[in-house]
Every structure is written in structure tokens, then in C-alpha cells.
């Protein structure tokens, strides 16, 4: 048996109940929380070459978009997750973060939505595993510390 503890919006569009106000903000939280990540990282990367004996590299994804959010499996091995494709564009744009040494890739929709001006003129690809095009941007930061 499959356990679904709690759905978050749906094909019905109850996100679009939601007061545009807290969709702004929570866009606005993400896109200030991409210094605190660089600001951590900058803080393991010692420790990680030390242990791993490489440089620590990363790059952040963000995307935003219905997902389904709860836990799921049987009663002995239930994980917290979230699913859908918001969730696998992000992981799709930190992959993209990633190989083009960028600190994070953001989804164009992100900035739309978080009324935020985009840092210039976004950049479109498939990424892999989609059919159609994103705008995305890169945001240029220290992804590859060592």
C-alpha cells in the first residue's frame, strides 16, 4: 500500500486561491536565500577538500509550479518527497548550474511571478528528459570552491 500524507495544488488550480501576495513572497524567499547557500558553501568547502580530497561543487535550481509533497511508500519505509515537473525542472537547471559553473539556474517564471526584474535576457535550452524550451538564467557566484 501507498501512503500519501498531504497534496499540494493540483490540475484544479487551487494555487491560484492562494493571494498573489504569498506566491511573490515565497519566489522573493528563494531567490534571497541563493547568497546564504553560497555563504555555506564557501564555509565546507575546506572540510569537504580536506575529507574528499576534491573541491566541493554545486549549483542550485530553482523552478516553481504544482508538485505533489508528502510521504510515500509502505508503513516500514516511508520517505518525504515531493513530485512533478516543477520538481524535476529544478533538477534539471541545477545540473545546468552546475556543468556551466554558475552558482544557480533560475526558471524565468520564477522572477515573473516574484515581480523581480530578471538579470538580463534569458537563455533557452531542453533540458534533458523535457520536450520544449525554458527561459532560464544563469547567476554568475564561486559554484566551484576549493
Known amino acids: 500500500m501507498i501512503h500519501l500524507v498531504q497534496r499540494l495544488g493540483d490540475r484544479r488550480g487551487r494555487n491560484r486561491?492562494?493571494?498573489?501576495?504569498?506566491?511573490?513572497?515565497?519566489?522573493?524567499?528563494?531567490?534571497?536565500?541563493?547568497?546564504?547557500?553560497?555563504?555555506?558553501?564557501?564555509r565546507l568547502a575546506p572540510?569537504?577538500?580536506q575529507e574528499a580530497?576534491?573541491?566541493?561543487?554545486?549549483?542550485v535550481g530553482l523552478a516553481c509550479g504544482p508538485v505533489l509533497v508528502g510521504e510515500?511508500?509502505?508503513?516500514?519505509?516511508?520517505?518525504?518527497?515531493?513530485?512533478?515537473q516543477a520538481v524535476n525542472l529544478a533538477h534539471r537547471l541545477q545540473e545546468m548550474a552546475r556543468d556551466a559553473g554558475a552558482a544557480a539556474a533560475v526558471a524565468h517564471p520564477v522572477y515573473?511571478?516574484?515581480?523581480?526584474?530578471?538579470?538580463?535576457?534569458?537563455?533557452?535550452?531542453?533540458?534533458?528528459?523535457h520536450h520544449a524550451a525554458i527561459a532560464y538564467h544563469l547567476l554568475p557566484g564561486a559554484s566551484a570552491i576549493g
Open 17 to 42: 486561491d492562494r493571494p498573489v501576495h504569498r506566491r511573490v513572497k515565497r519566489k522573493r524567499a528563494a531567490l534571497a536565500a541563493l547568497p546564504a547557500i553560497a555563504a555555506a558553501a564557501a
Open 47 to 49: 572540510l569537504f577538500l
Open 72 to 84: 510515500i511508500g509502505v508503513a516500514e519505509t516511508l520517505a518525504f518527497t515531493a513530485l512533478g
Open 53 to 59: 580530497g576534491t573541491e566541493l561543487r554545486y549549483g
Open 112 to 129: 515573473t511571478t516574484a515581480v523581480i526584474p530578471p538579470p538580463g535576457v534569458p537563455q533557452t535550452a531542453v533540458p534533458r528528459g
